[in-house]
């Protein structure tokens, strides 16, 4: 292509006009480009950084203590009860902390309107649940301990679903990040009560019906 093709003196005046208005969109679009791309960028970046934080929230170090040293470190006279419970206790914590990272790290999360965030953790309580109830049955937990220990968890679920709900309609934390780190205070203080209280609860509900039966080669 010559140089005669820039040449303006031998252009109509219509030609001239359609060049300046091509050559101005394409100087537009790559203006608007960048700015596009650098605002998903932005908003990818601080998307990230709000993620990175509610991951080091303390909720997850607590759970992981509560797996590794604190279930651990029960004991009790029979180790047919002992493996049981902690089983059962275990994988409550392991179906928490997965439900949580799995919840938090959706693409689209922290982008979320108030009434989309609101079902979504309305609907989290009974996800754990439900995943708890499987992971347990797969582990070979009797059903009737099953059925026993959500009894006594639903209590403490119900009191999450409540505090959730208040969260949702509390103005003063105006963003779903605030939202999620004050949701995340609310599972570490609960979950803290049902590690301190559950076990012994059933303990003492179930009395002797564990009497000669056998789990993961365990008896009493």
């Known amino acids: 292509m010559g140089p005669e093709f820039l040449n303006l003196n031998s252009m ?3 030609e001239i006009v359609i060049l300046i208005t091509v050559i101005g969109l394409l100087a537009f679009s790559r203006t608007l480009g960048t700015r596009i791309a650098e605002t998903i960028q932005l908003k990818w970046g601080n998307n990230a950084r709000k993620l990175r934080d509610l991951k080091s929230h303390p909720l997850f170090n607590q759970i992981n203590t509560w797996r590794e040293i604190t279930i651990k470190n029960i004991n009790y006279e029979c180790p047919l009860r002992e493996k049981l419970f902690t089983d059962m206790l275990d994988i ?7 439900e949580i990272e799995e919840t938090i790290s959706k693409s689209d999360y922290f982008d979320s309107d108030i009434d989309t965030f609101r079902t979504i ?3 989290f ?13 797969e582990e070979g937990v009797f059903g009737d301990m099953i059925r026993r220990m959500d009894e006594i968890y639903e209590e403490k679920a119900d009191v999450i679903q409540r505090l959730i709900i208040s969260v949702c309609r509390d103005e003063s934390k105006k963003t779903i990040f605030e939202k999620t780190k004050t949701i995340l205070d609310i599972h570490r203080a609960v979950y803290y009560s049902l590690l301190s209280h559950t076990l012994e609860d059933i303990l003492k509900s179930i009395n002797g019906e564990l009497n000669k039966r056998e789990y993961k080669g365990f008896g009493c």
């Open 12 to 14: 109509t005046a219509l």
């Open 92 to 98: 409550k914590l392991k179906c928490l902390y997965g």
């Open 121 to 123: 953790w309305t609907n």
């Open 125 to 137: 309580q009974p996800r754990v649940r439900l995943n708890w109830k499987q992971s347990c049955e």
